[in-house]
């Protein structure tokens, strides 16, 4: 592996280190996503009620299953840090890579707040559970936020080999529960018969659970900023990016079976944890145990991939000058974007500290969602500009274009659904990115060195 | 003072050092290397690229 490369000038030039692996890749998306499958998925019980919240698992799976495929063959043959926001620089232009870029820093950031914000709350819930009652949560949120920057600070093959650990033992806890509440004799502990009922709200009771639905995949995409650091971006990506939605379809649906079975969908959809409610109505003791660690470590490992995501974002925008050049530095012995990791704490430990979960979900949320649709126009726009053959993919997506059309619909179905359950949150973000992109055209596109922003040996595109 | 006291008080020491580490250690590399060769990388080379 080497430390440093020459420029054509002949002085030296840092990189990032090229250490990880399809594991790591697999460690980034599922890390940052399994912790929906923990809480939050069964808030589209409330709205779908139970076969609605199942009918969004598998909508919003094929969402998710588009933007896994479409970004596992752009990022393929962009080895560089960024993912959607580098995707968007090189196939449409500056001001929708700045927008894109700002949606993945907050998107990673406010679900960064989030995890941290779970993980005090838990802990609460386990002193309360030992006999103490007034424990605060403050000292824990800051600490899960500094332990993790410190973790992302001093090297990415740490961080996501720690992730790689504590996302498997969170997925085999979730097939340990399964095997527990014995699937095959239905009746004994499951109670799908009883419980299982008719939509109680129509179907577009189904249609507002998608939003919820998001819960389920939310950040497997993220797998795209570690692009600039794995061993083959053209052979990782696409391995653990594809890998990664597999196994989240998979816990998603056992998740769905498990919680559907024990619990009444009215009880479920207001949830808290509802994968370890399911452990404590099981009986057992070491169960409930099993599946309150998992909880925790799916939330670590939700904020710890988040960092590195947010800080891969921030830097890639402050390398290209659409955010200060500051911000685009490599630690010389760590290797990591260090400065925009640091930068990140306050913004995080803030967001955390406003204790408003709801809202600074939602605004992951939607950041993610305008992220998706964007992606599909650069889908068709990409294959336009340099069509197969042109340059070399190490993954080419099959029937194209219709994932970048079903993508873009879906898209726009969950829109529809998150302005029935958040119309007025969902128009303030639409006003927050409309009032930053004209800051940046203003503001801040005079600073961008546009030539040097691509690197890139790609051929001319056609019709260029 | 009890456990979970003591443990709420660890928490908020131990995220002090670390913030101040990295401060320390940014501080420190800021010092030592030129500014344009932190600032020098450019987007990922990959074997498909040919690079």
Known sequence: MSNASTSAAGSERISMLKVLNPFHIWALGVGIVLVGEFMGWNFSVAKGGAYG???????????????????????????????????????????????????L???????????????????????AALGYMDLETKPFVVFTIAFLAWLNYRGVFMTLTVNFVITLIAFLAILVLFIGVDPTHSGTILKHKE???????????????????????????????AAE?????????????????????VAATLTWFICT??????????????????????????????????TIFSAVASANGCINDASRAWFSLGRDRYMPSFFGAIHPKYRTPYRAIIFLIPIAVSFAFTGLLDQVITFSIL???????????????????????????????????????????????????TFLGYGSTLLSIMGFYIVA??????????????????TMPWPRPEGY | MNFWQLLSYAAWGLSAL??????????????????????????????????
């Not at chain 1, 179907?203 to 995409?221: D, H, K, P, T």
Request: hydrophobic share 50%; charged share 15%.
């Open chain 1, 437 to 454: 992109s004209i800051w940046f055209t203003i503001r801040r596109y005079k600073f961008v060195k546009r030539g040097d922003q691509f």
């Open chain 1, 229 to 249: 650091e794995v061993r083959s971006a053209g052979r990782s990506i696409p391995l653990g990016t594809m890998g990664g939605m597999m196994t989240l379809l």
């Open chain 1, 105 to 127: 820093v907050m998107a990673y950031t406010m679900l960064e707040a989030a995890d941290a914000l779970v993980v005090g709350d838990l802990m609460k819930s386990g002193a």
């Open chain 2, 18 to 51: 670390m913030l101040l580490w990295m401060l320390a250690d940014a501080m420190s590399v800021a010092k030592q290397y030129d500014e344009e060769y932190l600032m020098s990388s450019r987007e990922g080379a990959d074997e498909l690229t040919g690079q």
């Open chain 1, 53 to 103: 919240s199942l009918i969004a698992c598998w909508v919003i799976g094929l969402l998710y299953t588009c933007v896994a495929m479409i970004d596992s063959e752009v990022t393929s043959t962009v080895a560089a840090a960024g993912g959607q926001y580098t995707q968007a620089k090189h196939i449409i232009g500056p001001l929708m890579a700045f927008n894109v870029g700002l949606y």
């Open chain 1, 261 to 294: 079975g024990l619990m009444p969908w009215q009880y479920l959809g207001q949830a808290i944890t509802p994968l370890y409610d399911a452990a404590t109505l099981v009986g057992n003791t070491n169960l409930q145990i099993l599946l309150f660690v998992a």
């Open chain 1, 367 to 417: 950041s993610g969602l305008l992220g998706y649709t964007f992606m599909s126009i650069n889908m068709v726009k990409f294959r336009k500009m340099w069509p197969l053959g042109s340059i070399k993919r190490g993954y080419v997506h099959p029937l194209h274009p219709f994932p970048a059309i079903t993508l873009f619909a879906l898209c726009v179905s969950v829109y529809f659904a």
């Open chain 1, 195 to 225: 419980l299982l009922t008719d939509l109680p709200y129509g179907w577009i009771g189904v249609i507002a659970s998608f939003q919820f639905g998001m819960w389920y995949y939310l950040g497997i995409e993220g797998t795209c900023q």
